[in-house]
């Protein structure tokens, strides 16, 4: 069925778990889909203990509830110690691993303790507990709209148990060269747009508001001819004139007053993405031929129930920061499968005892469909999502018709007068970067960030366009 796509679209958004978005997907059903199919959600009954060993459960979140769409109400630990905390206890994981999951609660009281590593704001009233707040399906009714409607996959992990950087490298290029953190902000290896290109298949980029960042974390994609890459509305001109690349990998905008869903970023603005990035494909002409895939680069801190699984394959002889030797996968991320070749209610996952599916399956599938080699070993040992298709004659059936996109109540805790995002401070030392004069200035708002990408990025392809003649 594969060969009946003709476009594979791709939108990966920023550190939630499964169980903060999708847990309670099929709750009132007593966690089965509607064809039958078993789903691993909560059961509302899982705890994780306190610093005192008090049980603290697992609790829909209450759209009333002040801040509603930015719980957990601050940035929880990330990278891989506090990966490692969440899951086993302990920042450095033992050998071999058996995780618990019940380090959530303590690690993120370790965010908000008065000597913790919290990055950006902690919204008043945060508490430890917060990390195990989970949206019903009326909070995200775009995103559960999609996964009720077409597919979700329940078993979907993170490449690897660390933070962006890395697994975004996974999910292009199969590899991290060994980076467990996002300090290493490029890789010297070669990429799937690179693989297309070779085969003389289409590829895109897009950034949402601003070029996007993954332009500079790979020499192919550096290299690449302006053609490549756009923003959010050319993508959605290249939908609406069937135009849209053979593989488009689209970002959200990365600051804090953006789309990303970054925690504690606002939710309700991902799901206006999501519901215009389905739109965008749905009412164009090449809707019948396309699959979109919404995953989550990883965790990012938030609670998930699930056990990440052993025995993933290494990339290749990289050595792993912090000893990391990439035999196990990430925590569990949402995943949605869109595609009118799609049963509704599906619930895809690899088969038990099978590789599980993360990141490098979108490689597979692109390997497949277009008959492109791996890149590394994981991919080629990972499975792809093309048994998702299972309809001979699309759908024309829409399953948000009538869904109302939400927003947050009141008024927003962050401005583009805040200090620049994480991946804006990435986005700037990438640029910072190119073969041009001047020295980066201090960034101290997201608004001076957001320019000075806009204008060095404008003098470089200005450069690139006069010495090309």
Known sequence: MLDRIEHVVVLILENRSFDQLLGLLYATAGNVSPGGAAFDGLTGHETNPDANGNPVRVFPIKAGRKYAYFTPGADPGEGFQHTNAQLFGVADAPRPPAATCNGFVKDFAEILSPGGQHVGKILPGTVPGDIMGTFPPAMVPVLSGLARGYAV????????????????????????????????????????????????????????????????????????????????????????????AAFSFLEPSWGPTGNSQHPNYDVSSGEQLIHDVYYALRDGPGWNETLLVVTYDEHGGCYDHVSPPQGSTPPDASVGEFGFDFTRFGVRVPTVLVSPLIAPGTVFRAPDGAVPLDHTSILKTVEERWSLPALTARDAAARDVGGVLTLATPRSDDPLAGVVVPRSQGPSPHFDEDPPSHLQQVHAELVSRLPLPGEPPALTTAREAERYIRERMNAWKAGRKRSRG
């Open 153 to 244: 996959s329940d078993r979907w992990f993170s490449s690897v148990p660390t933070e962006t950087l890395p697994n975004r490298a996974f999910a292009l290029a199969a590899t991290s060269l060994g980076a467990m953190d996002d300090k290493t902000r490029s890789f010297d290896t070669p990429s799937i747009l690179g693989r297309l290109s070779d085969a003389g298949v289409s590829w895109a980029i897009y950034g949402y508001d601003t070029d996007p960042l993954t332009r500079h974390n790979f020499p192919d994609t550096l290299a690449a001819t302006e053609d490549h890459f756009g923003q959010f509305a050319d993508f959605t001109r290249a939908a609406a004139s069937d135009a849209l």
